[in-house]
Antibody
């Protein structure tokens, strides 16, 4: 059974940093691209970033480019999102998502950016 | 950026009725269009990928059609558990984009 468990969310002040983690199990982690998708309270889904299976290809939404960094560790079967220079508009539930079809989603971790 | 426009915003139907949801893209996405279901407090769930392929474990009452710029998600007979928000998403071009969602509510 595919499992994706996010952690690392919380309350942070504007301009601060957070690192999200996603622990994956139930599939061959090194064989799949991975993604982060977020959802602001009461709003729709917004793609944030994607990383290829080998980590060779990385993509970011313009809204986070230069502030967020996606990475993966196949040995630890983990996906990460380093978030710097956080803004109020980054407040959202962040989902770790498997595959190019966004096949499986974790339950999400809430990031709140507020003073 | 490809903009996906979903209609209607809200669909009020009774259990057993047929639901037809639309997703229109601002430019062709070929068949690289997916549909997701999301219930309150839950993560989205993939229903349909590549326009017409049901994801693993998705009931046959869910079907997808279309190509290019116009796509449809059909729920043949609504079950009580189908009342939720449905979003479309394209993976033809970066950035990946989502539609604003259609809420299917009980009439």
């Amino acid at each position: 059974e595919v499992q994706l468990v996010e952690s690392g969310g919380g309350l942070v002040k504007p301009g601060g940093s957070l690192r999200l983690s996603c622990a994956a199990s139930g599939f061959t982690f090194s064989g799949y691209s991975m993604n982060w998708v977020r959802q602001a309270p009461g709003k729709g889904l917004e793609w944030v970033s994607s990383i290829s299976s080998t980590g060779s290809y990385i993509y970011y939404a313009d809204s986070v480019k230069g502030r967020f960094t996606i990475s993966r560790d196949s040995a630890k079967k983990s996906l990460y999102l380093q978030m710097n220079s956080l803004r109020a508009e980054d407040t959202a539930v962040y989902y770790c998502v498997l595959g190019s079809n966004l096949d499986y989603w974790g339950q999400g971790t809430l990031v709140t950016v507020s003073s | 950026e490809i903009v996906l426009t979903q209609s209607p915003a809200t669909l009020s139907l009774s259990p057993g009725e047929r639901a037809t949801l639309s997703c229109r893209a601002s430019q062709s996405v070929s068949y690289y269009l997916a549909w997701y279901q999301q219930k309150p407090g839950q993560a989205p769930r993939l229903l349909i990928y590549d326009a017409s392929n049901r994801a693993t474990g998705i009931p046959a009452r869910f079907s997808g059609s279309g190509s290019g710029t116009d796509f449809t998600l059909t729920i043949s007979r609504l079950e009580p558990e189908d009342f939720a928000v449905y979003s479309c998403q394209q993976r033809s071009n970066w950035p990946l984009t989502f539609g604003g969602g259609t809420k299917v509510e009980i009439k």
